[in-house]
């Protein structure tokens, strides 16, 4: 069960002592400035560097990049701040999106929503709505065959930037006792606060005037 049922922004520099969650932050007014497909390598290479140049260390357990928003299930390692990893990530792809564009100003909208992650079902449905995003939207039939995921990278063996979830990380890294129950169904029992993440998914659908998902018996 998700902490709060209400999304909320971290205070600026708190650092997370090995607390999971789920990132959600949008374009500026939902616009589709992700396209094409460029500018998503673009945001792979820098959630990398984020990484790898800038040494920001913390498992991206999944993502997705869609067209105008994006999703992270992430665990900050201790002494690291969610903040300042989203913050320098958007910084850097606005700026260069920017300057690729020739144009000035803000690209993203709100600063981010988390949620943070209580227990391990809470995880894996977070998990899975992340995988389905893409499939919801109705652009490809299957998660592994959004490029621009996790399910993406898992498929293909990539591990430059999404994090591989085994039972030690469990113990390690998540800071829970019990088994994985592994649950696969997509959106079933999501706290009331999805609500704004289903608003967001239903907006980058192309065409589509309405998604049927299963969301606690509403269709949404």
């Known amino acids: 069960y998700i902490a709060s049922m209400s999304s909320h922004n971290l205070p600026r520099g708190r650092t997370d002592q090995g607390l999971s ?4 932050s949008a374009v500026n007014r939902f616009a589709f400035e992700l396209q094409p497909d460029e500018m998503k390598k673009l945001f792979l290479s820098i959630i990398e560097e984020a990484k790898t140049k800038k040494g920001f260390k913390f498992k991206l357990w999944n993502f997705c990049i869609m067209d105008n928003h994006f999703h992270f299930l992430i665990t900050p390692e201790k002494g690291q701040s969610l903040s300042e990893i989203l913050k320098w990530i ?3 792809f606005a700026i260069r999106w920017n300057k690729q564009h020739d144009k000035t100003g803000h690209f993203w909208g709100e ?13 894996w ?8 995003n893409p499939v919801a939207a109705g652009l490809v039939q299957k998660p592994e065959q959004w490029q621009y995921s996790g399910a993406y ?8 930037i999404v994090s591989l979830v085994t039972d030690t990380a469990w113990r390690t890294d998540l800071k829970t006792s019990s088994e994985p129950t592994h649950v696969f169904f997509f959106l079933q029992d999501i706290p009331a606060a999805f609500a704004e993440c289903l608003t967001i998914v239903q907006k980058s659908c192309r065409g589509l005037s309405r998604i049927r998902l299963r969301y606690v018996g509403a269709t949404l």
């Open 125 to 132: 449905n977070v998990y899975n709505y992340i995988d389905q």
């Open 111 to 123: 600063r981010f929503y988390s949620w943070e992650i209580k227990d391990e079902k809470d995880f």
């Open 153 to 160: 990278h898992r498929e293909q063996g990539i591990t430059k």
């Open 90 to 92: 958007k910084m850097v």
């Open 21 to 24: 969650y789920h990132v959600l």
